[in-house]
């Protein structure tokens, strides 16, 4: 008796958390997998990764301003190079690298030249969505 009664409780609620949980792991496969092509994009020349055990992997929501119910990713490394900004400029406009859903937009922010000879800049890959039942991004 009382295990046909734990499982009609337990069953429903099993349910419940695979409907609710399904699209979190989802995105988080999608952001894994985006964050993955992105580090598989060639480096420029002249160039190196900054911090690669220190990467700003992120996903949620209005993570570039705004409202909405809508899911974001972003994907940021820092690199050292002894390129000039227009040439880094130049090296990621022709980039193409595939969003979670979309082409990721990049987006590059330059600090001032090291003492050390060369600069930072950090590189940062973007895509968003709409919400489709994830609820981080509701």
Known sequence: MWVVLAACVVIPLVGLF???MNPVWR???RL??????VVAYPLPPSSRDAFPMDRDVTFGKNLAGG???YCDYRVR???ETALSPQ???RYYDGATIAGAEHKAMISLYFQDDASAGGRRVIVEAYDSHNWDWDWRCY
């Open 32 to 37: 894994e997998a985006f964050y993955e092509r």
């Open 77 to 79: 490394i820092t690199l």
């Open 18 to 20: 695979l409907l609710v």
């Open 87 to 89: 040439e880094i400029r």
């Open 67 to 69: 409202s909405g119910s």
């Open 27 to 29: 995105d988080d496969a």
